[in-house]
Nanobody, 116 residues
Framework: QVQLVESGGGLVQPGGSLRLSCAAS????????IGWFRQAPGKERDLVAL???????DYADSVKGRFTISRDYVENTVDLQMSSLKPEDTAVYYC??????????WGQGTQVTVSS
C-alpha cells in the first residue's frame, strides 16, 4: 500500500506564497501519477496539478502560471509551490496518488486559507 502525508498549509495574505509538501511511503514504485487536488467548502474536489510517470504535468486553468508542481523521485515527495495566492485558492488541499494495484490514494488534507 502507499501512504501520503501532507504538510505546509496555513494562513497567507492575498498575493503571498506557500509551499505544500507530500511525502509518499510504502509501495511507491507502484505510483503512476501523483499530485494535488483541493476542495473548497460546498464545492467538489478538483484537480490542481498532477505529474504522471514520464513527466507529463497537468494544471488546472485557474492555477496556471501561479502554481508549480515538482516531484523528487529520491525522497519520494511531491511539492506544490503556490504564488500570487488569491482568496479563491482557499481550500483543503489533498495529496493524491494513483497506484497500479491500489488505485486512488488520498492524504489527510491540509488547510490553505488566503485572507487579509
Amino acid at each position: 500500500q502507499v501512504q501520503l502525508v501532507e504538510s505546509g498549509g496555513g494562513l497567507v495574505q492575498p498575493g503571498g506564497s506557500l509551499r505544500l509538501s507530500c511525502a509518499a511511503s510504502g509501495r511507491v514504485f507502484e505510483i503512476a501519477a501523483i499530485g494535488w487536488f483541493r476542495q473548497a467548502p460546498g464545492k467538489e474536489r478538483d484537480l490542481v496539478a498532477l505529474i504522471r510517470n514520464g513527466g507529463l504535468i497537468d494544471y488546472a486553468d485557474s492555477v496556471k502560471g501561479r502554481f508549480t508542481i515538482s516531484r523528487d523521485y529520491v525522497e519520494n515527495t511531491v511539492d506544490l509551490q503556490m504564488s500570487s495566492l488569491k482568496p479563491e485558492d482557499t481550500a483543503v488541499y489533498y495529496c493524491y496518488a494513483y497506484a497500479m494495484r491500489a488505485g486512488a490514494i488520498w492524504g489527510q488534507g491540509t488547510q490553505v486559507t488566503v485572507s487579509s
